[in-house]
């Protein structure tokens, strides 16, 4: 058998296109290598290099065996955001803990707890549209991150209003921008340049940061602790009433940490997600078109109904497949020596899917630098094929919510306002953090108010019943 194609290019060149231009860097060893191949790149070391790959049949294979004999998901792989999210992450948890951790925060994200957040959602979305001015231009991804944050702290942290709301509002959104850009990405990818030296400078100021929210989150969780109302619908209560076969809960430290991956994983991802589908929906007439027509149809309809829109949901995910939200799996350890496509991997190695190169397979995905959600519609895609989310063990918690959030702020603003693109030119993605953003971040502008009639040929109360 083949050993895995590899490139020679130094680590920290290597390093450096992967964050300054991660596209070109993924499609020209895609170009060069294949289905399959060796890179050089965080959180390796000098004398390590981890495998991409990036077809259908060899993520089905990595992800049939993830944590079995042949591949495992350690924790320590993912130690890029400790300093972020805190050592008690679940994302820094291994096996059985894992597991364990996994089966305590599951229950919020799923079933009738869902419905819950819809209004909340609804509300959110209504109050930063209110603050829209006819004919101004505004940065869509901006006006998502606010919208996305106060979810966050409102659906998941349990917080509506106040001082400590306030200061987690701002504080939270500062720490996360200074990780954001193209340049300051680099401090993921380096954290050890994140020298404290004082209170001026970039890693005193990010210091005393986090440990404002540190203090801010501590105090929040110690009063509900004392207050506990399990009534409550928010998915710091259900955590706080979370208990594992042994009868064991969530430490203090364990909930802080689950609450600060819960930010990240669930703010600047669908933030930008959103972003990018109403750049599309407004840079291509037939999508709007299209989409317009099926959320009037169904106007009044329920949230259930709204978030199962087809074309809706079509839209949805094909800006999630475009531009993924994240661009490769998390990292897998191969424990057994294996064959995949016809290469050899070795006990050590470390394995990861590409998103971005899997979703732009054209064997896969026609055409598949166009934006064209009908291909949603025309078939289903398999788990291996479409992954937005991750997959296997390490599939995120909160994709359900992301999908019902993404669903439900698309339909409460498409169908109240109407807005045009405010950009002269083809909007372009760079690197955020671990996302793929829109440069500029979308600039649009509300021309007008919408006033949708349903359509009484339908009951969208009776759809998709099925």
């Known amino acids: ?22 596209l070109g860097y993924a499609r020209g060893r895609f170009q060069s290598m294949g289905n399959v191949f060796e890179v050089k790149l965080p959180p390796a070391t000098q004398d390590e290099s981890f495998i991409f790959l990036n077809h259908p049949e060899a993520v089905q294979f990595l992800l049939s065996h993830d944590n079995d004999e042949i591949f495992s998901s350690p924790g320590e792989l993912n130690a890029l955001g400790e300093s972020l999210l805190g050592k008690s992450s679940i994302l820094m948890q291994s096996g ?52 996305t944050m106060r979810v966050i702290l409102q659906a998941v942290f ?36 994140i020298v404290d030296l004082g209170p001026l400078s970039p890693g005193g100021q990010m210091r005393h940061i986090a440990e404002q929210i540190d ?30 076969e042994n009868g064991y809960g969530l430490t203090d430290e364990e909930l802080h940490d689950e609450l600060m991956t819960l930010l990240v994983a669930g703010h600047e991802t669908t933030a930008t997600a959103l972003a990018w589908a109403f750049y599309w929906i407004h840079y291509l007439p037939s999508v709007k078109t299209t989409l317009m027509a099926e959320l009037d149809q169904h106007h009044g309809a329920n949230q259930l109904t709204i978030s199962r829109l087809p074309y809706l949901n079509a839209v949805c ?23 995949v496509m016809g290469y050899d991997l070795q006990p050590g190695d470390l394995v990861t899917a590409c998103i971005y190169l899997l979703h732009h397979r054209e ?35 909160g994709a359900a919510l992301a999908m019902y959030e993404m669903t439900l702020v698309l339909q409460t603003i498409l169908s109240q306002c109407e807005l045009e693109l405010a950009e002269s030119k083809p909007v372009q ?3 955020r953090s671990g996302t793929l953003a829109p440069l500029g971040g979308v600039r649009l502008k509300k021309v007008g108010g919408r006033s949708p009639q349903a359509d009484q040929s339908a009951n969208p109360e009776l759809a998709y019943t099925s």
Not at 1 to 22: G, K, N
């Open 363 to 397: 064997d896969v995905y026609p055409q598949a630098d166009e934006f064209r959600p009908e291909r949603f519609l025309e078939r289903s895609f398999s788990p291996y094929e479409f992954l937005p989310f991750g997959g296997g063990s390490r599939r995120c918690i």
């Open 215 to 244: 203090d801010l989150l501590y105090a929040e969780i110690r009063d509900r602790r004392a207050h506990h109302d399990p009534s409550r619908s928010d998915v710091l209560s259900l955590l706080l009433s979370a208990r594992d």
């Open 317 to 339: 995910n094909e800006a999630l497949r475009i531009y993924p939200v994240g661009l490769v799996t998390l990292l897998r350890r191969t424990e057994k020596a294996c064959q």
């Open 96 to 147: 059985q803990e894992h597991r364990r951790r996994r089966k305590l925060m599951m229950p919020p994200f799923h079933g009738e707890r869902m419905k819950a957040y819809g209004d909340l959602i609804g509300q959110i979305t209504q109050e930063v549209m209110a603050t829209w001015v006819e004919g101004q231009i505004f940065i869509a991804r901006d006006e998502m991150q606010k919208i």
């Open 158 to 193: 349990g917080l509506y209003s106040g001082e400590r709301y306030q200061q987690l509002e701002r504080l939270l959104a500062k720490r996360l921008n200074a990780v954001s850009s193209p340049l300051t990405s680099v401090f993921v990818f380096f954290p050890q340049l």
């Open 1 to 22: 058998m083949a050993t895995v194609p590899q490139s020679y290019t130094p680590h920290l060149l290597q390093t450096l296109q992967w964050i300054f231009d991660p």
């Open 429 to 431: 993605p760079i690197r």
